[in-house]
C-alpha cells in the first residue's frame, strides 16, 4: 500500500448530502439517488446524528418498511466519524476494520465532508482487499462503465445525442443511412460519400444463400416463436456460413465490415422469418429503396407512401442508441471477451427481448384499444393506477421531464392522421393528469413508448413486429459500440459480493 500521506480534509466529499431524522425514507433516498451517492448523513443542524446508506435500503426492503417510515427508524445513531486532519491511511484502516463504506468527517463537532472507501482506495492506490468491494448501486446506476463518442442522454435536460448532434434533429432532418454513416465513421457524409454508402449497403442486405434455404423450415419448427427468437438463432447462422472470427483476432476494417453486413441484414431477414410464418413467400431487397422504404416493402410486399416510410425512419433513427442500456452494455461486454461480433449481437438481443427493457409499444397500443374512447380514459386510467399497473407508455427511468422522442414522434403521428392518433393526444392528457394527481411529486411524463405504436401501425407495422423493428435500428447503435469496445478493448469482469454461508466449511464425506 502507498500514498499515506494525505489527510482526510484533502480528499474527501464535501459538503457531504445530508437528511434530517424527521423526513421519509423515500425523500432520503431519492436524495441519494439524485446526488449518485451512496449515503446520506443525518444531521440536527450541522452535528451529525445518524448515516443511513444504500445497505441500510436494502435491509428495510427486506424488512417491509413504508415509504413513509422517517429516517431516524432506519438511521444507524451515532456513527463513528474521522478528523479531517486524519492520515488517509489510518482513516482507511479503521473503515476497513469496521466493515464500514462511508464515514463522517467531523470537525470540532461539526459535520465538514463524507469520505468513502472508494476515495481512500483512490488515493492509496491500493488494489481492494477480497472482503472490500467497490460499493456500486444494484442495477449499476450511475455508474460509469465505459468510455464513449457514440452519444449520451442528458436526462435531467430531457435530450440525447449521437456524437455531437442533437438525436432528434437529427431525426427530423436525416435520413436512416446519414446517422448510419455518423455512427460509424464519426461524421454526417458529404453527397458523395452517402452514395458510396448507399452502394455498399445495397448488396448486403442478401441473406446468403445457404442461410436463406434453412429459413422455410427454421419458421416452421418455431411457428409460434416471437420475430426476436428467430432472429438471434438466424443470425447466428448467418455468423457461422459466413466465418466470423474472434473480433480479438480482426483488424478494425474487417470488424467494420462485418458491422455493416449485419446491419444490412437484420431487417431482411426479420421480413423474411414475419412471412414465412405467415406462410408468405419472402420478398428480396430492391436496392432503389432507402433502408426505411425497402424494410416496409420486404414486409408487406407493398411499396411504402413517402410519408410511411419517413414516418417510420424517423422512429427508426430515434432509436438507434441511447446511452449505456443493457443490450448496448451485454453487447460492449461479450465483445470485450473478443468474441465475434455476432455473438455480441446475438447477445444484445437477447437483453432486449426481456420486457423490462424492450420495451412494449404494442402494450400502449393494447391499452388504447382497450380504453376505446375519450370518456373512459379518466376511469379506465384511475382504475389501472388504483389497481397498481403501470400505464404503459408513462414514466422512465431517466428522463424526468419529457421523453424528446415522444414529443417528436407525436408530431410523426399528427403529420400522418389516421384513427388512433386523436384518442392518442386525448388518453395521454388524461393519463398525465391521472398519474399527477395519484403519484405526485414523481414525475411521470410520456415515454418514446405511446407515440411508437401509433406511429407503426398507422404506417402499417403488425404488432408482433413493433420490438423487432425497434432491434432493426439499435443494431446500427449496438455494432458502432462493438467497433468501439474492440478499438480500445480491456475485459470487462466485475466483482460480486459474497454474502451466502461463510466459507470455508469441511467438505462433508459422502453420505
Ligand atoms: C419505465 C419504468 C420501468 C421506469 O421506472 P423506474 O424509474 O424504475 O420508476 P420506479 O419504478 O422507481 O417508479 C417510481 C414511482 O412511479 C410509479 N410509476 C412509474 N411508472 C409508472 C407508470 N407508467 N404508471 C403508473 N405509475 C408509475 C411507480 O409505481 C412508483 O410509484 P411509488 O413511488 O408509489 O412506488 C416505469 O416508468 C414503467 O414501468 N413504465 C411503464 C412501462 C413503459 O412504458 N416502458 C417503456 C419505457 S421506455
Known sequence: MSGGTRSVGEIMSHPAVTATANETITAASARMREQGVGSVVVVDGDRPVGILTERDLVRMGAAGATP???????????????????????AFASLAEHGYRHIPVVDHARLVGIVSMRDLMRIAQIQPAESLAHEVPRGLEGVVVAETGIGDVRGKEGFYHYRQYNAVELAETRSLEDVWHLLYDGELP??????????????????????????PEIA??????????LLRTTLSLIGAALGFRPSLDLPAAELHEQGMRVCAVVPTLLCALYRLQHDLEIIEPRPDLAY???????MSGDVPTAAHARGVEQYLISTIDHGFNASTFTARVITSTGADLVAAVVGAIGALSGPLHGGAPSRA????????????????????????????????????????????????????????????????QVAIDVLAELKPGRKLYTNVEFYAGVVMDTCGVPREMFTPTFASSRVI??????????????LIRPSAQYVGPPPP???????
Open 365 to 428: 397500443l393494447d391499452m388504447l384499444d382497450a380504453i376505446g374512447t375519450v370518456d373512459k380514459a379518466d376511469a379506465w386510467l384511475r382504475d389501472a393506477v388504483g389497481r397498481g399497473d403501470r400505464l404503459m407508455g408513462f414514466g422512465h427511468r431517466v428522463y424526468k421531464t419529457d421523453d424528446t422522442r415522444s414529443v417528436m414522434l407525436r408530431s410523426v403521428a399528427e403529420r400522418l392522421g389516421g384513427s388512433k392518433v386523436e384518442l392518442a393526444k386525448q388518453v395521454e
Open 190 to 215: 458529404t453527397a458523395p460519400q452517402r452514395a458510396a454508402f448507399a452502394t455498399e449497403i445495397a448488396p448486403l442486405r442478401h441473406i446468403p444463400a445457404e442461410v436463406q434455404s434453412a429459413l
Open 477 to 490: 447503435g449496438w455494432t458502432a459500440h462493438v467497433l468501439e469496445q474492440a478499438a480500445d478493448n480491456r
Open 505 to 511: 466449511r469441511p467438505v462433508p464425506p459422502v453420505s
Open 220 to 229: 416452421r419448427v418455431a411457428r409460434q416463436a416471437p420475430p426476436l427468437d
Open 68 to 90: 413513509t417510515d422517517l429516517v431516524a427508524t432506519w438511521m444507524t445513531p451515532d456513527p463513528d466519524s474521522v478528523a479531517p486532519d486524519v492520515d488517509a491511511m489510518t
Open 292 to 298: 426505411a422504404a425497402n424494410y416496409l416493402y420486404m
